[in-house]
Nanobody, 116 residues
């Protein structure tokens, strides 16, 4: 059974940075296209970033392009999301999943709150 566990969220002031981590148990992430998603209060979950395993190509939502970076460490079976220049509108629960996401892989997410 695959379990994804997000961590690294917290409260940060606008302009600050956070690094989120996504660890996996039950399967290796080395050959899997992985993504980060987020859900703000009262809104639907949305795509944030993806890392294509076969090419190393990354893709970002326009709202985070240039500020967020997705990366992975195969030795730790972990995917990261480095978030810089955070804005209050980045406040959300952040989730990792495959891309496209699998319904059974959603974890609890990690809360990111950006104060103005």
């Amino acid at each position: 059974q695959v379990q994804l566990q997000e961590s690294g969220g917290g409260l940060v002031q606008a302009g600050g940075s956070l690094r989120l981590s996504c660890g996996a148990s039950g399967r290796t992430l080395s050959y899997v296209t992985m993504g980060w998603f987020r859900q703000a209060p009262g809104k639907e979950r949305e795509f944030v970033a993806a890392s294509i395993w076969s090419s190393g190509i990354t893709n970002y939502a326009d709202s985070v392009k240039g500020r967020f970076t997705i990366s992975r460490d195969s030795t730790k079976n972990t995917v990261y999301l480095q978030m810089n220049s955070l804005k209050p509108e980045d406040t959300a629960v952040y989730y990792c999943n495959t891309y496209p996401p699998r319904a059974t892989y959603w974890g609890q997410g990690t809360q990111v709150t950006v104060s103005s």
